[in-house]
């Protein structure tokens, strides 16, 4: 299995500050053929299901804020909250889909400092 | 707009078998561009993927290591939905069921949407 493994475990950033949240895969989870990385990252508040801010590692779903970006490639990637606003509150989570079975990072915890 | 609600029973005895199903509204279970996944979610585990069933020219399941041997996905075509069923349960099988759905036809199998998931307590 890929082993996905994100750093830190929590995070406290101020309002209006950079949030960074890194995720390293065991395998890279670059295709060659396509060049694309099979790589997303999730936002999950109290009670609700996981919500999809990020695939092939940088491409913004849909009516996600341009604040949310994703970085790199291979086994290295960062989600970055340029701007932390207060319902960013979350857990967020990273999850390969290159191969089965898919994995996901064990969350990181996202607080107002 | 694809949406799905989750239906089942919300506590198991050990040994018996879970059982859940994911309704879908927006699109056919049977389309071939989408994969009908459940993942579950534990304290112990995090976020863990159980499997998934798709259809192209036929239907197929794939599924989790970890549940390999008690599991099985399954579309019904009739009802728009898919079932999990997952046999001889313990303790370590209680969390929070989500079922959610995957793009085939493009790679871009992130998950997207989900429903809004069941918590199941396996307890006597």
């Known amino acids: 299995d890929i082993v996905m493994t994100q750093s830190p475990d929590s995070l406290a950033v101020s309002l209006g500050e950079r949030a960074t949240i890194n995720c390293k895969s065991s395998q890279s989870v670059l295709y060659s053929p396509n060049n694309k990385n099979y790589l997303a990252w999730y936002q999950q508040k109290p009670g609700q299901p996981p919500r999809l801010l990020i695939y092939?590692?940088?491409t913004r779903e849909s009516g996600v804020p341009d604040r949310f970006s994703g970085s790199g490639s291979g086994t290295d990637f960062t989600l970055t909250i340029s701007s932390l606003q207060a319902e960013d509150v979350a857990v967020y989570s990273c999850q390969q889909y290159y191969r089965i079975p898919y994995t996901f990072g064990q969350g990181t915890n996202l607080e107002i400092k | 707009q694809v949406q799905l609600q989750q239906s089942g029973p919300g506590l198991v005895k050990p040994s018996q078998t879970l059982s859940l199903t994911c309704a879908i509204s927006?699109?056919?279970?049977?389309?071939?561009?989408?994969?009908w996944n459940w993942i579950r979610q534990s304290p112990s585990r995090g976020l863990e993927w159980l499997g998934r069933?798709?259809?192209?020219?036929?239907?197929?399941?794939d599924y989790g290591v970890s549940v390999q041997g008690r599991i099985s996905i399954h579309p019904d075509t009739s009802k728009n939905q898919f079932s999990l069923q997952l046999k001889s349960v313990t303790p370590e099988d209680t969390g929070v069921y989500y079922c959610?759905?995957?793009?085939?036809?493009?790679?871009?199998?992130?998950?997207?949407?989900w429903g809004q998931g069941t918590l199941v307590i396996v307890s006597s």
């Open positions: 927006g699109e056919s279970v049977s389309e071939s561009n989408a994969a």
């Open positions: 069933t798709y259809c192209r020219t036929g239907c197929t399941s």
């Open positions: 959610a759905r995957a793009s085939i036809m493009t790679g871009q199998l992130a998950f997207d949407p």
């Open positions: 092939w590692a940088s």
